[in-house]
């Protein structure tokens, strides 16, 4: 008998390497460049410019608006007002505009509008854009 003869190994196939695993790598090297480059760069420094109240004539604000004196006087269109008469003097009303100094306390005016009777409202500040040199 003759010897019996084994099968030939099968070429094995070439291994090919992930290539996930290097995008992964470039993706996260390109978040990390733009990472550290954007904070280097310089964004232009123009701040927040907060709004200015000046005196106008009461007819070219919206109705009903209430405005808040710095020494914390209240008038509602053009009348004066003491602050427990509020809610009063907004029955049947829905929206109050609020014209207040951009200085005054935030405080201050959530003291104001939270006043009992007037929770249905809806509160609406006013400002007014001052144009350069005027």
Same mark, same amino acid.
């Given at each position: 008998?003759?010897?019996r @003869? $084994? !099968?030939? !190994? @099968?070429?094995?196939?070439?291994?090919?390497? &992930?290539?996930?695993?290097f995008i992964?790598?470039?993706?996260? %090297?390109? +978040?990390?460049?733009?990472?550290?480059?954007?904070? %280097?760069?310089?964004?232009?420094? *123009?701040?927040?410019?907060?709004? *200015?109240?000046? &005196?106008?004539? +009461?007819? =070219?604000? !919206?109705? !009903?608006?209430l405005?808040? *004196?710095?020494?914390?006087? %209240?008038?509602l269109?053009?009348?004066?007002?003491? #602050?427990?008469?509020?809610p =009063?003097?907004m029955?049947?009303h829905?929206?109050?505009?609020?014209? +207040?100094?951009?200085?005054?306390?935030?405080?201050? /005016?959530?003291?104001? #509008?939270?006043?009992?009777?007037? *929770?249905?409202?809806d +509160?609406? /500040?006013?400002t007014?854009?001052? $144009?350069?040199g005027t």
């Amino acid at each position: 008998m003759a010897p019996r @003869r $084994r !099968p030939l !190994p @099968r070429p094995r196939e070439p291994i090919r390497p &992930d290539v996930s695993l290097f995008i992964v790598n470039i993706v996260l %090297l390109l +978040i990390l460049f733009f990472l550290a480059t954007g904070s %280097l760069v310089s964004t232009p420094d *123009e701040g927040v410019r907060i709004s *200015e109240t000046r &005196d106008l004539p +009461i007819d =070219q604000l !919206p109705k !009903p608006v209430l405005i808040v *004196e710095e020494d914390g006087r %209240l008038t509602l269109d053009g009348a004066e007002l003491a #602050v427990e008469g509020l809610p =009063q003097a907004m029955v049947g009303h829905s929206v109050l505009h609020v014209l +207040i100094d951009r200085t005054a306390p935030a405080l201050d /005016l959530l003291k104001l #509008v939270n006043r009992p009777g007037m *929770e249905n409202l809806d +509160i609406r /500040l006013v400002t007014i854009h001052r $144009r350069e040199g005027t």
